[in-house]
């Protein structure tokens, strides 16, 4: 399942006719004269891009055997049972093919990404379209109990249809067919979630879809390893374990150091040496230091990526610095930090200030030359409270001598002071998030 096509209308629309894949299933399957050959058992789509998936055959339940049926042997799909051109089948038993998607053993039934709102749902019933060619259009994701049974004659009589069809582009399917994973191609749309909407789809994922939503994640480096740091630790550490120490590390060189120093840390202890042996040096060396401090304190917590430069640098040259800081996170970039004799801080002096100030003026004559700082040693409610008190973004960590340790941001302090069922209840989404709903 794909990116809706960016130009061509949606075959669901008036004109088009329109069929629900839960009242295909189980037709009779007949030859022209009506002489009963089968039943229907799944519909084969192929996917294609951003184009809407292409429905290419059957397969059909012909004296126990499941067997293909090409599409183009379906004279039609009207009435009560599906006429076929010809009697004649290959009766060889069915095998999926790559890139070929089965609409009811793949995606009936399973979950899917709910892209547009970062959310897994089921898939209750799929829709056909003809504008030309059948291909799949919808998606319904709601159905009242019990439906599912009503259906297919399991229970309860057949009720009115209520299901609300959207267009099949806003989903991802969770096939989990490793032979058609190269064509279905990467989760392009998922690139679309920030890192932290992907784990929360990761803590609703039964470990199949776990596997599958990381499988697609894991070809961009760079995600993966952002996603890594908004996983629970817990469940970051399951993950983790179950690569190799290389993989381990391959993840880990690309986390911030705080956080690749935190996922060590809850590795087993057999495994920290070998793991740590395998990072950059530079990634190391920033580890080791953190480890080294208690984590419920100000140095378990810092980042040491931070902007500091001689109080002496003209603004200019400050806010260009700025500007070419595009690996050090967005959150510590808030504030530069102005280093006087032997590194010692100076001052601090937020951006909105650099971008309102002389370009020829001096850092250390536009920064805050008091800032609030704190030890490695404080705790973190300490922090979190100064923080608050002065409405800060960042607080610089300094040792007993004023040099700069670390800096440790908002998010940080949020992410260890919110109680965990705070932290992971489902966001309010914007009034704007959805326009096509509002009246």
């Not at 007949?30 to 809407?52: N, Q």
């Not at 599906?82 to 979950?111: K, N």
């Not at 109990?145 to 259906?151: I, M, N, S, T």
């Amino acid at each position: 399942m794909t990116a809706t096509p960016a130009a061509a209308p949606a075959p669901a629309a008036e004109g088009s006719q329109t069929l629900r894949l839960s009242e295909l299933l189980r037709r009779p399957l007949t030859a022209r004269d009506g002489e009963s050959l089968g039943r229907l058992s799944d519909v084969i789509v192929r996917l294609r891009g951003a184009g809407y998936p292409l429905v290419t055959g059957l397969v059909g339940t012909v004296g126990g055997r499941q067997v293909y049926i090409p599409i183009e042997q379906v004279s039609s799909f009207d009435g009560d049972e599906l006429r076929l051109t010809s009697a004649r089948l290959d009766l060889r038993r069915f095998e999926r093919r790559e890139g070929e998607v089965l609409l009811r053993a793949d995606v009936l039934g399973h979950r899917l990404i709910d892209v547009e709102r970062a959310r897994l749902v089921r898939a209750a019933d799929l829709q056909l379209a003809l504008d030309g060619e059948w291909v799949l259009s919808g998606v319904a994701t709601r159905r009242r109990p019990g439906r599912l049974f009503a259906r297919f004659g399991l229970g309860r009589p057949r009720q009115p249809d209520r299901e609300v069809f959207e267009d099949q582009g806003k989903f991802e399917a969770l096939i989990g067919h490793a032979r058609s994973a190269v064509l279905r191609g990467p989760f392009a749309r998922i690139r679309l979630l920030r890192p932290a909407q992907i784990a929360d789809l990761l803590e609703q994922a039964s470990k199949d879809e776990e596997t599958e939503i990381l499988g697609r994640v894991h070809a961009d480096p760079e995600l993966e390893a952002d996603v890594f740091e908004e996983l629970d630790d817990e469940r970051a550490t399951r993950l983790l374990g179950a690569r190799s120490d290389q993989e381990i590390a391959g993840v880990l060189s690309r986390m911030r150091a705080d956080d690749a120093a935190d996922a060590i840390a809850e590795l087993p202890q057999r495994r920290r040496e070998p793991v740590l042996d395998l990072l950059p040096a530079g990634q190391r060396a920033k580890v080791l230091t953190l480890m080294g401090f208690n984590p419920t304190s100000a140095g378990g917590l810092m980042g040491v990526d931070y902007l500091a430069l001689p109080a002496g640098t003209p603004v200019g040259e400050v806010l260009a610095a700025v500007r070419q800081a595009v690996h050090l996170q967005p959150e510590a970039l808030t504030s530069v930090h102005a280093l006087g004799e032997q590194g010692r801080l100076r001052g601090v002096a937020r951006v909105v200030t650099l971008v309102q100030a002389d370009p020829g003026a001096l850092l250390g004559d536009v920064s805050d030359t008091d800032p609030v700082r704190v030890g490695p040693g404080t705790d973190v409610v300490d922090v979190a409270v100064l923080m608050s008190d002065y409405n800060l973004i960042t607080i610089p960590v300094v040792d007993d001598g004023c040099h700069m340790l670390g800096v440790i941001t908002v998010d940080d302090v949020l992410e260890v002071t919110l109680p965990e069922d705070w932290r992971r209840r489902e966001a309010a989404e914007p009034p704007d998030a959805h326009p096509g709903q509002a009246q």
